[in-house]
């Protein structure tokens, strides 16, 4: 298959009906495109095939006719110029050994899925390029930045940024995406978009519990600005651009993730906040909250670079040893005093 160069012919498969998969796929069958869109469950393509609707997932928005639902991956997968992948990162690496000899040559793989796996602690650009061969970089990208789903399907005005390390599929994914309601800005750092948008799930959760144990502004906006810093800190460790950091992908999304309602790592937060337990919380949740495992990963992760993230490793030891998140928020106050600005 040859690479398409206009957009209007372009054939497009969206893989995950969740509620960002979701209004990615209508946002781009309400353009002109013809959308085929994998689903996992059943039910849910019953239900979006007899009442244009997913009910489960993003209720409320009617969902266009130029929407195909299917449980068949491999149907959605074949014959298409791009793919995006919208489904939670635990399931990226599965998905993509299923799709890795199907895939047309020329196809460009759009991540929108946010999160860094436990065991390899690979982006999801790197789980992608770990179990397809030959994936090259002009056939890669990622969507980032502040979006909360139910908001754009019901065409708020929203800013997100598309990084791929080569400028003609950043381009071309750009232009794909782009609606009067849905701004998408080019970029070409790939690692710490993915970073940016993968951590601010943890320091989301640890926004949750500062709102959940009651605390005022001030707390608030100490936890956002300090979060960042070890973003920032993390991402230099790994080769990004520190100017990713007070963009889109960085500020934008983190912003965005700790003071929004609609933030599923927020809430989880909030409830620990609140004194419920972690199994709980998940048990009454349709939806994956990211940050729950991302916290391991960046916790790992962090130690194994010798990279200093104090708020996420309390966020890991209130998750995974039940630490009380009263204490946590003293052990953070009370750590030795320092310069506000790292060496670099």
Known sequence: METVTHTENIRIGVIGAGSWGTALANLLATKGFTIDLWVYEPEVRRQILETRENAIFLPGIQLSENLRPSN???????????????????????????????????????????????????????????????????????????????????????????ASRDGVAADLVQHVMATPFFRVYAHDDIIGVELGGAVKNVIAIAAGVIDGLGLGLNTR????????????????????????????????????????????????????????????????????????????????????????????????????????PAIALRRLMMRDLKQELDAV
């Open 72 to 162: 068949d991956l491999l149907e959605v997968i074949r014959g298409k110029n791009m793919l995006l992948v919208v489904t939670p990162s635990h399931f990226v690496r599965d998905l993509a050994g299923q799709m890795a000899d199907h895939l047309d040559a020329n196809t460009i793989l759009v991540s929108a899925s946010k999160g860094i796996e436990n065991t390899t602690h690979l982006t999801m650009s790197g789980v992608l390029k770990d179990v397809i061969p030959g994936l090259s970089d002009n056939r890669l990208a990622i969507l980032s930045g502040p979006s909360f789903a139910k908001e754009v399907a019901n065409h708020v005005p929203t800013a997100v940024t598309v």
């Open 221 to 324: 906006a100490a936890l956002i600005t300090r979060g960042l810093a070890e973003i920032r800190r993390l991402g230099l460790t790994l080769g990004a651009n520190p100017r990713t950091f007070t963009g889109l992908g960085g500020m934008g999304d983190l912003l965005l993730t700790c003071t929004g309602d609609l933030s599923r790592n927020h809430t989880v937060g909030k409830k620990l906040g609140e004194g419920r337990k972690l199994k709980e919380i998940l048990e009454g949740m349709t939806m994956v909250a990211e940050g729950v495992r991302t916290s391991k990963s960046v916790y790992n992760l962090s130690r194994k670079l010798g990279v200093d993230m104090p708020i996420s490793h309390e966020v890991y030891y209130i998750l995974y040893e039940d630490r009380e």
